[in-house]
């Protein structure tokens, strides 16, 4: 019998062609909120308790300023000195709230719509250390590997926009190490842009330098590509005061906020994940009032971020299947709040890339995709619990979030998908299979989503072509991407003017520039 011929030599072709962005199997924004832990009831009395805390608890060492705005908006200061706000308060703050957030990227390609229920990675930490899988070995973080990081993340598809992942361990004085965070984030990749600073004098001078990259200070307003980290509240229910005077003046430069509530599960939030899940939505809120304080409207992400501890030693495991759930449940409530919403899941407990670490990382981050979270942050690059961060597997973990991507997007159902006349032809023709018909051809690409890494050879040919390590590939592709990938998004001209004004740490050879 004659073989048919020409099929796998036009699937090879379709194969090595390069896909439209229309073509693609997935998209930044593909929408989740198919996955829903929590039941009506449970949402009810959640959200119940959320009013609760902040009516009857409220918060402890608000700064002068956060006491006067929110008092003037009908929160009430105890003789206690804790500042509680009534639900009239919050529901007033709710409908101020912008709920058509769009994150820019320096790159128009890049701006992110962070509304309704569509689903986006970004990395984040303060990792102080990285990891060597190749010396099997960790060494203290520096500038350059923030900056290396980021350009790695500037060809990972899908990993949406970068928030800074390390701490400059080599930039002793604090006012230099954040201005040379940002810096390092904003040279480094033409993505949107997390960072956070320890003093608002510091932010202050920050703004100075993002306004000369955007082009002017009206420039900045109109597409701000950095958005600011801030654990304002020190759980539980205490905010941090340094950090409410960061938030005050990133509200007021136009800078987008991260409301960040970072409580530790049977540490300083409540054990029981629904009570982790109601501390960390209060605290957030209670961000939330502050803000629209400020100004109604500014653009701030609510990010409940409760963390889950082991709780036979009380140290942190970001790898646990609690934290998916967690944040899942935490992503649902943002869903009834119709709130921008950002969680934290793909971290993990392993120290180096392997199979604890690959497993981690799917089954935290999928529940949140599923759940549709806005921003799933530390997904990618960050072991030891967030004490380490590993440059290499930002390759690795960049088809992970992927696949993650794909599940989210489900099962499109209509006419041409249900293939009946596909069908039709290969039973009635004598074809006998699908391999070689037009509609295979034409969905291989869209319907599908195949890793760059992950190797699907059978074993002889895996042998056949040397018995690649993924981890080595990925550290090839490292050094590929570091010794090539140079962003030249910010000119040579701008970036002589900011190096003119500010202490940059990294040399300009450091960078790509002569």
């Known amino acids: 019998m004659a073989r048919r011929s ?3 030599q036009a699937r090879k072709a379709l194969r090595s062609a390069p896909l439209t962005d229309a073509a693609k199997p997935v998209h930044a924004g593909e929408l989740g909120g198919r996955y829903r832990p929590l039941d009506d009831v449970g949402v009810a009395a959640i959200d119940a308790n959320i009013f609760r805390i902040l009516e009857e608890v409220g918060f402890n060492d608000a700064t002068p300023h956060c006491i006067e705005a929110c008092t003037a908006v009908g929160a009430i200061l105890g003789n206690d000195g804790r500042l509680r706000m009534p639900r009239s308060v919050v529901e007033k703050s709710l409908q101020q709230t912008n709920r058509n957030l769009v994150l820019h990227g320096q790159d128009p390609d890049h701006d992110l719509d962070i509304s309704g229920q569509r689903v986006h990675f970004s990395t984040a930490g303060a990792a102080v250390m990285i990891a060597d899988p190749a010396s099997n070995s960790y060494r203290e973080s520096k500038a350059q590997d923030l900056y290396d990081m980021a350009r790695i993340v500037d060809t990972c598809e899908h ?8 701490v400059l361990r080599d930039v002793t004085n604090n006012y230099e190490m954040d ?19 320890t003093h608002y004098t510091h932010l202050e001078k920050t703004f100075e330098m993002l306004h000369i990259i955007a082009g002017g200070e009206d420039k900045w307003r109109a597409r701000p590509f950095v958005s600011q980290s801030n654990c304002f509240v020190v759980p539980p229910m205490k905010f941090a005061q340094d950090a409410l005077e960061c938030l005050r003046v990133g509200v007021e430069g136009g800078m987008p906020i991260l409301l960040l509530s970072a409580g530790q599960a049977g540490a300083t939030t409540p054990a029981c994940l629904a009570g982790a899940v109601s501390q960390a939505w209060a605290e957030c809120l209670g961000g939330l009032v502050y803000l629209n304080a400020i100004k109604p409207g500014a653009p701030a992400i609510l990010g409940a971020w409760p963390f889950v501890s082991d709780l036979r030693t009380g140290a942190m495991s970001g790898g646990s299947p609690e934290q998916g759930l967690l944040s899942a449940a935490c992503a649902q409530m943002g869903n009834h709040f119709d709130l921008p919403f950002g969680t934290a899941c793909g971290m993990t407990d392993s120290k180096f890339p392997d199979l604890q670490a690959g497993a981690e990382r799917a089954y935290t981050v999928l529940p949140p995709a599923l759940s549709g979270a806005n921003i799933i942050y530390e997904a990618a690059g960050m072991y030891a619990s967030l004490l380490g961060a590993c440059p290499e597997s930002l390759l690795l973990d960049n088809d992970i979030l992927g696949a993650a991507l794909r599940i989210t997007r489900g099962i499109e159902v209509n006419e041409k998908t249900l293939g009946f006349d596909n069908l039709h032809d290969v039973c009635t ?3 006998g299979h699908y391999l070689g018909s ?3 051809l034409e969905v291989m690409q869209s319907e599908y989503i195949y890793p760059e890494f992950s190797d699907r050879h059978s074993p002889t040919v895996w042998a056949d072509h040397g018995k690649p390590v993924l981890l ?4 090839e592709r490292r050094d590929e991407i570091l010794a090539s990938h140079f962003p030249k998004h910010i000119s040579d001209e701008t970036d002589r003017r900011v190096r003119e004004q500010f202490p940059i740490a990294l040399s300009p050879e450091s960078v790509g520039r002569a």
């Open 472 to 475: 080595q590939k990925a550290i």
């Open 429 to 431: 023709s004598g074809t």
């Open 159 to 166: 990993i949406h926009m970068f928030q800074r992942m390390c």
């Open 179 to 197: 201005l040379n965070t940002t810096y390092c984030s904003v040279a480094g990749t033409s993505k949107h842009v997390g960072a956070s600073w």
């Open 438 to 440: 037009d509609q295979t």
């Open 6 to 8: 020409g099929g796998r």
